[in-house]
């Protein structure tokens, strides 16, 4: 399964933007997707997480009430909105499918740099 991330750019702080991780197979609604982001001089961390059905998500406490993970199986695509934006969410922003372990995925998308300006 390859990911495709898209919609970062460049939002003042308080700003939203939706991001979205199209994969290439419909194996992908099979799969556990996550979210993780890495910023400068930092290891990647994790973001949310959300089930095969949608029917249940995760957050890193540090975006819990800000960020909404979500999925359409129908056209494989993941989707990560972010309202609330503050200049330490400024990271690279990937996708990930097929969970193995706690921040262990079989697939990730090439990340997507979502920077917020103070």
């Known amino acids: 399964v390859q990911l495709q991330a898209c919609g970062g750019g460049l939002v003042q702080a308080g700003g939203s933007l939706g991001l979205s991780c199209a994969a290439s197979r419909r194996t992908f609604s099979s799969y556990t997707m996550g979210w993780f982001r890495q910023a400068p001089g930092k290891e990647r961390e994790f973001v949310a997480r959300?089930?095969?059905?949608?029917?249940?998500?995760a957050y890193a406490d540090s975006v819990k009430g800000r960020f909404t993970i979500s999925r359409d199986n129908a056209k494989n695509t993941g989707y990560l909105q972010m309202n609330s934006l503050k200049p330490e969410d400024t990271a690279v922003y990937f996708c990930?499918?097929?969970?193995?372990?706690?921040?262990?995925?079989?697939?990730w998308g090439q990340g997507t740099q979502v920077t917020v300006s103070s």
């Open positions: 959300i089930s095969r059905s949608g029917g249940s998500t």
């Open positions: 990930a499918a097929q969970q193995l372990g706690p921040n262990d995925y079989g697939y």
